[in-house]
């Protein structure tokens, strides 16, 4: 079994800077692809950014610029850099994965981590 663990959400200030964590364990063989969404109350789930095994990202149109998304392949952990915050950044962050077992390749999802951006 696999599990993803997100770390870092809290409260930020509005032009500031938040660094998310995501920590995979369990029978991983490879993480194929990492992403972050982010849900707002009312509002449906949005992709973030996503980054490939070989280190290729993409962004959503709201965070390009702003947010960086990296990962260490060695400790299977993503992290998502956040600056420049804006409260409408403000949403419930999760951690989701294509990752590879011995039995097959299948999706994840994190429990979540709430940022708040407020001054």
């Known amino acids: 079994q696999v599990q993803l663990v997100e770390s870092g959400g809290g409260l930020g200030q509005p032009g500031g800077s938040l660094t998310l964590s995501c920590a995979a364990s369990?029978?991983?063989?490879?993480?194929?692809?990492m992403a972050w969404h982010r849900q707002a109350p009312g509002k449906q789930r949005e992709l973030v950014a996503t980054i490939t095994k070989d280190g290729t990202t993409n962004y959503g149109d709201s965070v390009k610029g702003r947010f960086t998304i990296s990962r260490d392949n060695a400790k299977n952990t993503t992290y998502l850099q956040m600056n420049s915050l804006k409260p409408e950044d403000t949403a419930v962050y999760y951690c989701?994965?294509?990752?590879?077992?011995?039995?097959?390749?299948?999706?994840?999802w994190g429990q979540g981590t709430q940022v708040t951006v407020s001054s």
């Open positions: 369990g029978s991983i063989v490879s993480t194929v692809m």
């Open positions: 989701a994965g294509a990752i590879a077992t011995m039995a097959r390749v299948s999706n994840y």
